[in-house]
């Protein structure tokens, strides 16, 4: 890998299905770090990007969920039977049944905080800087415009950043960015 | 269903929304109405600070109502949030996708009227600043929460409900923070909206990641929506009081939730329609839709009504019995009769498509609604409590000076920060609308 002071090259093109092909084409000939933009999520890119389907942010949720829930349900059992103990006309100190409300609420709680800091990270966020932002007409990508980035670092990028820009010039782009560190 | 506007939906016109947000000089109609709400909210600080200052003695409770304009607020706010919620995540569901339109503001709603309803508990606690005390949290007091209340479940229910929408509402904004980001042209704007982005990039990556926590949030947000309005109803029906001892209670509340709700998603829908010139994004059809929801929910409302009349006589109880009668023709019966007029006779106009399409006649019933459920809060809290068992207590309310401030007040600082939102936060679900767009199926 080159040491340059570049971060990739950047194309756009004018809509989801001509950003399809150009990603399809890209990685059949080998170009594995690609990075997609676009102003909505589009059917197909995950398999054309070959994204692992697994679903981290799920088991978070699950974890949240299993964390809010038991843990209401322990401190619940601890307040009443171990830490002030009150004996009501002889009834058992552990109330199961009035515990589950709250510790519902929890599970509720704890999966949503557990799924958003996950969704969050799973996504690459919060990262206020991206070398991608330096690039001006990007800004369009939150609007109307549909980007992809042979970042610097893939197998097949080489030395040669003329080739590249033949190689995107192929699938049509409306314009072809270097993109700066 | 009718597609006739929807070929005035394009990517330009989604991107002009964004403008709404970042237009300089807001009109002067949006003036008039902050400056109206502000003055609402003052008053309601005024009425905080007086209440701090003297005790819940300035309201109209006295024994043996002790609960009332707090309580009936309290419900009547976290109610209309019931309808945004549901909005945005059962219609998510159910990939009825007209629901792009106006989820956003839906779940904004949701947001600004849980904060409100939340305030009014802690205000009603008598010592309001011990209000952390209902945490269980380790202290030398010894002081444990009754975890066997329904009082400290409904504080549950408010806590996990207020951080879940929130969180709702924000994750599912970051892409349209961004168009703002990149759309804004003052330095300050896109530091502002830059920081509320973080950094979105509208990447494949995170988009999948969005998609797949909405599915999540959304499947999690339907029975939060369910379990926090029957938590509400069991502050009432774990009381041996009748007419609040019923088991009925938590679904005909979920079921009162949704109508107040759905009915304030469609009086916003309208005054933004026609403040913005959203005609292409919310169009006819959303109201229609809304009207329909409305007369669902009103069907299963007579249900309970009927319900509740009947369990009363089935029941044989005496005091049941009188509750229902009280009701009927006691002082307050004109609350009662106004309610079952707004909440059940009024909302039958629905079934006419013609009045389906008639913005006033949409507009009015919403409103009539909305009184309804307010009015049908305060028969369900004051006639149960002023005719207890024993007529030896028994006693009428009247809500003072006081009361009437803080409702006004709270309805102020929703508008407020409602206004506030239409002003700076991207009021319409622009990505989901771009994505509708381009499948170009069962566009809104």
């Known amino acids: ?181 | 269903m009718s597609r006739t506007a929807s070929s005035d939906l394009s990517l330009e016109t989604i991107n002009d929304l964004s403008d709404i947000a970042l237009d300089h000089r807001p009109r002067r109609g949006w003036w008039i109405a902050f400056l109206i709400a502000f003055a609402l909210t003052v008053l309601l600080v005024i009425s905080v600070v007086w209440l701090l200052i003297k005790g819940v003695g300035i309201w109209g409770l006295n024994a043996p109502v002790m609960w009332a304009f707090a309580i009936i607020n309290y419900v009547w706010w976290i109610a209309i949030g019931m309808g945004g919620t549901f909005i945005s995540a059962a219609l998510y569901l159910l990939r009825a996708d007209w629901r792009a339109a106006i989820n956003r503001y839906a779940e904004s709603m949701t947001v600004f009227a849980v904060c409100v309803a939340g305030l009014f508990p802690i205000l009603h606690l008598g010592r309001p600043w011990f209000v952390y005390w209902l945490f269980p949290y380790p202290d030398k007091m010894d002081l444990w929460p009754q975890w066997r209340s329904s009082l400290f479940w409904d504080f549950a229910a408010i806590l996990a409900y207020l951080i879940f929408s929130v969180l709702f509402w924000y994750g599912s904004m970051l892409p349209d923070l961004a168009t703002l980001r990149d759309r804004a042209r003052s330095r300050g704007r896109q530091i502002f909206y830059g920081l509320l982005a973080l950094g979105w990039r509208g990447e494949a990556r995170q988009w999948l990641q969005l998609e797949r926590w909405m599915l999540l949030m959304a499947a999690l947000a339907v029975p939060l929506v369910f379990s926090v309005h029957s938590m509400v109803a069991l502050d009432f029906s774990e009381a041996l009081l009748p007419g609040w001892h019923s088991t009925i209670f938590p679904p005909f509340f979920v079921a009162g939730a949704l109508h107040s709700g759905f009915a304030m998603v469609l009086l916003l829908g309208i005054v933004m329609r026609y403040s913005f010139g959203m005609e292409a994004v919310i169009t006819a059809r959303h109201l229609d839709n809304l009207a329909r929801l409305l007369l669902a929910t009103s069907l299963v409302m007579t249900y309970s009504y009927t319900s509740e009349i009947f369990t009363a006589y089935y029941s044989g109880e005496a005091t049941d019995i009188a509750t229902v009668e009280f009701r009927f023709s006691g002082a307050y019966a004109w609350v009662y009769w106004s309610s079952i007029f707004c909440n059940v006779v009024a909302v039958q106009i629905f079934w006419w498509r013609s009045m389906r399409q008639r913005t006033l006649v949409l507009a009015t019933i919403a409103s009539l609604i909305l009184v309804g459920m307010w009015l049908e809060r305060l028969m369900l809290v004051v006639t149960s409590l002023y005719r207890d068992f024993l007529p030896s207590s028994w006693g009428m309310y009247y809500p003072t000076f006081w009361d009437i401030t803080t409702l006004l007040g709270s309805l102020g600082l929703f508008a407020f920060l409602f206004l506030l939102f239409v002003r700076f936060l991207p009021i319409v679900s622009m990505h989901e609308l771009r994505k509708l767009l381009h499948q170009g199926e069962a566009l809104p």
């Open chain 1, 1 to 181: 890998m080159s040491e340059s002071s570049s971060y990739g090259v950047l194309a756009s093109f004018g809509g989801a299905d001509s950003l399809l092909r150009a990603v399809t084409e890209l990685r059949s000939r080998g170009h594995g770090r690609l990075e997609v933009y676009s102003p909505f999520p589009i059917d197909g890119l995950q398999e054309a990007l070959e994204i692992p389907g697994h679903n981290a942010i799920a088991r978070w949720v699950l974890a949240g969920a299993l964390f809010g829930g038991i843990g209401t349900l322990f401190l619940q059992w601890y307040s009443s039977v171990i830490a002030y103990p009150l004996d009501v006309g002889g009834r058992p100190y552990a109330s199961w049944p009035a515990f589950v409300p709250a510790s519902l609420e929890m599970v509720f709680l704890f999966a949503a905080l557990f799924g958003t800091v996950a969704m969050l990270l799973a996504g690459g966020l919060p990262l206020l800087y991206h070398a991608v932002f330096n690039v001006e007409r990007f800004s369009r990508s939150s609007s109307d415009g549909f980007f992809v980035l042979i970042r610097a670092d893939d197998p097949a990028y080489g030395n040669d950043e003329e080739s590249l820009r033949d190689l995107l010039g192929k699938f049509n782009p409306l314009s072809i960015d270097d993109v700066a560190q």
